[in-house]
């Protein structure tokens, strides 16, 4: 069975070491594995959440594109794209706005958080937040569900976005699938073997922070030169160093095999001075990006190539995106362009219209359905279930036919009775009426 994974990331700066090791390195390996099918891709639309200066999103596009391809990524293996080059997503993030609780979004991490600071310096507490940053969560789903992903690599500070895309996926399947689901419910992808290494402080390795080691830009003297400004503590050499707390040893332990590790860390524990250390961390990472770095400029130098392969990806992407967004325009009541467009053949007919279930939520919070019959006619009004779940089980067992005894007469009515639930009350008189709408589910 192949596995869909799909990760992306947000073009605003430019790649460091962390990204490399953290996300773009394990990203490649998991591309080249036969079970899966990978997407990566640049979320550029993210990128204008936080960023409003346009150089540094267009420069930061051409760069993580270039870093990719230059680390090996094959874009014959996988699906490689930018966002904003398919323009289903955006249209897709507003059809999952629509069914979208403003009370979900309210409890995203990184709105609360804008929140809580602002409540600190006792501004508005909303002051400075875009709708940008209060929604994205919705946009983040959009990038997963366009191509129904089935795993998401992510970080732990990041779960509770899968979380909900799956309850965005899950609310859009119940009011407009009709017993199909259009969206496959993602997984989240921890893995904790991947590296996250610290910065040259020894905090998480961020821009935010300014502790970064460059990958590519400045070539192997600015690698060399942020190596060195790696913090450590006082001990000189000779004197046994304490390799578990040193950040230089997390870094090289990310670029090194277990038996090169191992010799490393026995080195600093017998004393190894920190100079030393840095200068054989620094040929380590080097050995690895040397080469790479090289392909990084060449594919830099000639940005129409990186241009050519992108567009090819998007052609890829947009394959899947087009005919699933033709599918969810009509589910919700959208008529597709091409269908609007295209001649009505004088031999076509109709469709026959079919009786259908029509589910919603009610104006006292619970979920109910209605049956409505082939000609738009409602046969009746269900009665409210707690959960969408619930109601969505009682449809489907509705659709599987009538149990001899879930008909019930009781004073002039019949109630429908199924595994010991009420789902409605009707007329005597509408009880042809029913069994007719059934009938033509």
Known sequence: MTT????????????????????????IEASLRPDVDAFYFMADYHALIKCDDPQRVARSRLEIAATWLAAGLDPEKVTFYRQSDIPEIPELCWMLSCVTAKGLMNRAHAYKASVDQNTDKGVDPDDGV?????????????????????KVPVGRDQIQHLEMARDIAQRFNHLYGGGQDFFVLPEVQIDDEVATLPGLDGRKMSKSY???????????????????????????????????????????RAFARPEQSAQFRRALEEGLGWGEAKEQLFALIEDELGPMRERYDALMASPERIEEILQAGALK????????????????GLRSPLAAAAPKSAAAKPAAKKARFVSFRGEDGGFRFRLQAAGGNEVFLSESFDNPQSAGMMIKRLQQGL??????????SIELIMDGVLVCRLPESELPALRAALSEL
């Open 4 to 27: 869909r994974v799909l990760t992306g990331i947000t073009t605003s700066g430019t790649p460091h070491l962390g990204n490399y090791a953290g996300a773009i390195r394990p990203s």
């Open 130 to 150: 875009t709708m940008g940053l209060f929604s994205y969560p919705v946009l983040m789903a959009a990038d997963i569900l366009m191509f129904n992903a089935h």
């Open 403 to 412: 149990p001899e005894d879930a008909l019930q007469a009781r004073g002039g």
């Open 317 to 332: 992407a947009r394959a899947l995106a087009t005919p699933l967004m033709e599918r969810l325009r009509e589910a919700v």
């Open 210 to 252: 300014d502790n970064t080691i460059p990958l590519f830009e400045g070539g192997a003297k600015a690698t060399r030169a942020a190596v060195m400004r790696i913090v450590t503590d006082s001990r000189q050499p000779g004197e046994p160093k304490d390799a578990e707390g040193s950040h230089l040893y997390t870094i090289y």
